[in-house]
């Protein structure tokens, strides 16, 4: 049967961000599971975990579906981002992806399941990799790190409570650039999204530093239409 004449597959694959050490500057980045494909089309090259979309369950749960299947991960933070759909992007069958982001803690991509087939990458240091998974990466990348600066979604990579060096070393690791700590501080809390606790940090030489949380009364901007899905135990938040 001809290309034209055969239907279209629809798929799911997921970008899962975890800040990481870089092995060469030691400096937190941002990482991301891969998995290597066994057969062709592309054998042999690392790709994203994907999968096919069943019948019977919505786009966010066969995301989420596959990235327990793969790598045994769940994350706090999962978002569509965008529908790749080239006519050539596969060169066996027409194939859709719809992309999702998610975001997990250092803690929680500890769990990730590891070995020959599965492996943590530095996200701007990628080998090539299968379909179009390259320019799916780099758009994922400039997703997270132009929203890190407006929204709320740093808390991913943090507890519920967190000091201020804590968010100011989250963005840095996103943004991969050094930000003054004055500067960071005055605008986080003239931003109004952060509510100091009673809590500090007990134990260190210096003044312990107070813990903060996001304030989750607050309407952030971008909330769009996943903003409320739940899959599981995932919740879908801007």
Avoid: C
Avoid at 88 to 111: F, G, H, I, N, T
Avoid at 146 to 172: P, Q
């Amino acid at each position: 049967m001809a290309r034209e004449e055969q239907g279209i597959a629809l798929a799911v694959s997921t970008v899962i961000f975890a800040l990481r050490p870089h092995p060469d500057t030691g400096l937190s980045a941002p990482w991301i599971p891969l998995v290597r494909r066994i057969a062709d089309p592309f054998g042999g090259l690392w790709a994203l975990p994907g999968g096919w979309v069943g019948q019977s369950e919505s786009l966010a749960d066969a995301a989420a579906r596959n990235l327990l299947e793969t790598t045994a991960l769940e994350p706090t933070y999962l978002e569509q981002l965008y529908a790749f759909g080239d006519v050539d992007r596969s060169p066996a069958d027409r194939v859709v992806s719809v992309v999702y982001w998610a975001l997990v803690r250092a803690e929680q991509a500890q769990q990730a399941l590891e070995g020959e087939n599965v492996r943590w990458f530095a996200a701007d240091d990628l080998p090539q990799l299968a379909f179009d998974h390259n320019v799916i990466v780099e758009y994922a990348l400039w997703r997270l790190r132009t929203k890190v600066e407006y929204s709320r979604i740093a808390r991913a990579f943090l507890g519920e409570t967190f000091t201020l060096t804590e968010l100011r070393e989250v963005h840095e690791a996103v943004l991969q650039r050094p930000l003054d700590p004055a500067n960071f501080r005055r605008q986080v809390e003239s931003s109004g999204t952060l509510v100091p606790t009673e809590a500090k940090v007990e134990g260190g030489r210096h003044r312990p530093p107070r813990l903060y949380r996001y304030d989750h009364s607050i309407e952030l901007v971008d909330n769009g239409p996943l903003s409320h899905e739940k899959t599981g135990s995932t919740r879908v938040v801007s």
